[in-house]
């Protein structure tokens, strides 16, 4: 990301910056599936300053009871507290530091339950007599 101000007393900037995110789910049993995530942005420079780096984890168990009609499901947003975001920036006077908690720590759970039967869907069978229009 490059910042021009177009001149030489305006701000600039040029940095780089990257960032990554992983998904998993396994299935350990047929009756039980976890799942986790994982995000990370680098730092990334800016004018006069940097946004500090970024991460963020998420943990889902869900445990399948009573065949597919009942499940419980325990979910975890950022369990070691690591979503924050941090900005310094500033000159050779002042340097201000900026930083924010998204207070994203948390946890879920949720009780899922299927009743009736879904629907079934069949698909029609020509008869005998139907040939195919291309041969009609």
Known sequence: MVTDGGSTSSLGSNGVTWSS???ATSELTPTLMVQGSYFYRAPMKIERGEFSAMQMANFTVRQKLDG????VSLRV???FSTGRFRIRAGDDNVMQVTERTFGARSAFLTVQYNYGQAPKIQQRRPEQGDAPAAFQ
């Open 77 to 79: 947003n950022d369990p």
């Open 68 to 71: 597919d009609r009942l499940a």
């Open 21 to 23: 995110r992983v998904n």
